[in-house]
């Protein structure tokens, strides 16, 4: 058996194909048509199999990335308006916190004057009754003085002149000297 494989291989590669001049390079006109049939059958089947299952994923892959792209774009969108919108309510609420702010100063400054002049009508009106009350107390105690004063000034008459006078006379000089002695 090794020598029948020694002769096979000893063979010379013109034997196998008839003639003595083919080679391996040799144009065979069969063999072309051959290689564009199985060519054009493989190209038809790739086209058909794998080209265009390719394609049609790369294409709904664009179209996945240009609807995320114009997605993004509406949401910068979106935030610029919403940043906008922000600012805007901002602004409005400060010039409302403002506003309040201002009220309340004026409100607060209106209390505060109406709280001082309730205070000022207040001490005056304690002043007025405490004067009226030390006026009534003063003329009081004057009145008391006059009378102790006439009554002391008619006990030394009484003790100068013992026995001299009546009632009724020590009375009347008591009266009088109250109403002739008046004390500033």
Excluded: C
């Excluded at 049939?37 to 996945?64: G, Q």
């Excluded at 240009?66 to 935030?79: E, N, V």
């Excluded at 030394?156 to 002695?181: C, H, V």
């Amino acid at each position: 058996m090794a020598a029948e494989t020694q002769t096979v291989t000893e063979q010379p590669v013109s034997e196998h194909h008839g003639s003595e001049s083919a080679g391996v390079l040799d144009f065979n006109g069969q063999m072309v048509l051959l290689t564009w049939v199985a060519f054009a059958i493989a190209a038809a089947l790739l086209t058909k199999l794998l080209w265009k299952p390719i394609l049609n994923f790369v294409e709904a892959r664009e179209a996945e990335i240009k609807g995320a792209l114009d997605d993004a774009q509406k949401a910068r969108q979106a935030a610029a308006d919403a940043d906008a919108t922000a600012a805007k309510t901002i602004d409005q609420a400060k010039a409302d916190a403002r506003r309040l702010a201002d009220e309340q100063t004026a409100a607060t400054r209106q209390l505060i004057n109406q709280l001082e002049e309730e205070a000022r009508d207040a001490i005056a009106r304690r002043k007025q009754a405490a004067e009226e009350q030390l006026k009534t107390e003063r003329e009081d105690a004057l009145r008391k003085l006059h009378e102790g004063a006439g009554a002391e000034i008619a006990g030394a008459l009484e003790r100068m002149l013992p026995g001299m006078l009546t009632e009724a006379q020590r009375q009347s000089y008591q009266e009088k000297i109250a109403a002739d002695i008046r004390f500033n």
